[in-house]
């Protein structure tokens, strides 16, 4: 019901900076909590960071804390991960997922969303 298309991954050097962008279908996108996930070659996907419906509460994992920045344009219907003083270990396929969330909560639970878009590689060289 919900089709969510990521957008801005590329090729970059260590220290460089990248703006990914979620694009998402629906009528009330306001109501959906959103997510960043992530998963490099041969490990697990993990959460990255989360953002309420109305944007006002938001939660990122202690490794990229102080570096990106979630954030949503509820009228454009997107979800953005501001990626700052990007390191090789940042290197993974970055996912977006929204979860049904009427109240103003953020979940940090692979398994609570509902909806995935297809990721966008992120690269980061030394």
């Known amino acids: 019901q919900v089709q969510l298309v990521e957008s801005g991954g590329g090729l970059v050097q260590a220290g460089a900076s990248l703006r990914l962008s979620c694009a998402a279908s629906?009528?009330?996108?306001?109501?959906?909590?959103m997510g960043w996930f992530r998963q490099a070659p041969g490990k697990e996907r993990e959460f990255v960071a989360a953002i309420s419906g109305s944007g006002g509460s938001t939660y990122y994992v202690d490794s990229v804390k102080g570096r990106f920045t979630i954030s949503r344009d509820n009228a454009k219907n997107t979800v953005y991960l501001q990626m700052n003083s990007l390191k090789p270990e940042d290197t993974a396929v970055y996912y977006c997922a929204a979860k049904y969330l009427p109240r103003q909560v953020v979940v940090t639970t692979l398994r609570e969303y509902d909806y995935w878009g297809q990721g966008t590689q992120v690269t980061v060289s030394s």
């Open positions: 629906g009528r009330t996108f306001r109501s959906y909590g």
